[in-house]
């Protein structure tokens, strides 16, 4: 799917109210949507034509996330759940992820396809296995949803105490915690595909640095459970 330099496509119709996420399968074949009105809107990227609409939320959808199969995909609501859907028959695989308190507000899936995360308005980062489903560790509060970490399974967040940011590392499956000093305060950020650059994105800042994985594993970074 290509559209001309400077051009865009016309508008995609079929949500009643506010998009407030979209995402892209791996494949580039599939785009979702995300809505206030509850719902996930599945669109065809090469026709542009919405294909199927998935209705289960009770409130409005937040954030949207495929698995690298292109085929699965998971979504965030502001009615405290998680939800996983087949995107080739629109169907809801097993019940809704449970366990936030309050709106869940950000969703990201691992590089591997194997471990969810998932944050909640009131500063909750909690994980789930991507297959059975089931909640993997113990939730980490206080913190903020930043991105899973290329090819290392850990998922980076920023962790607010005492009026102060700091960025870590997570492991979910072992609770390990690790103080990330290569990154400043951040809002958003994104990796590369291949591992090797980050984009940090805070206030109107964007900046895009080198990413060293194996640096933030010697000695002198602070470990903690």
């Not at 994980?127 to 899973?148: F, I, S, Y």
Request: aromatic share 8%; with cysteine.
């Amino acid at each position: 799917f290509t559209l001309p330099l400077n051009q865009s496509s016309e508008p995609l119709q079929g949500h009643f109210s506010y998009i407030n996420c979209v995402a892209v399968s791996s494949n580039g074949l599939t785009l979702a949507s995300g809505s206030d009105d509850a719902r996930i809107g599945l669109w065809d990227v090469r026709s542009l034509t919405l294909t199927r609409m998935l209705e289960g939320h009770s409130e409005a959808v937040k954030s949207i996330a495929l698995y690298p199969d292109s085929i699965h995909l998971v979504s965030a609501s502001w009615d405290k759940t998680l939800r996983v859907w087949n995107t080739q028959d629109g169907s809801a695989v097993g019940a809704p992820l449970r366990g936030h308190t309050t709106g869940v507000s950000a969703v990201s899936i691992s590089d591997d396809g194997q471990l969810i995360a998932s944050a909640s308005n009131w500063d909750e980062v909690r994980a789930w296995d991507a297959a059975n489903l089931n909640p993997v560790g113990r939730p980490m509060e206080h913190a903020t949803l930043l991105a899973w970490v290329y090819g290392m399974g850990c998922v980076m967040f920023q962790k607010s105490e005492m009026g102060t940011s700091q960025t870590h590392m997570w492991y979910p499956e072992t609770g390990l915690r690790i103080e990330c000093d290569q990154i400043d305060r951040t809002e958003t950020i994104y990796f590369s595909y291949d591992g090797t650059r980050l984009i940090c994105l805070y206030d109107k800042a964007i900046t895009i640095r080198a990413w060293d994985r194996h640096a933030t594993l010697n000695p002198a970074v602070k470990h903690s459970k």
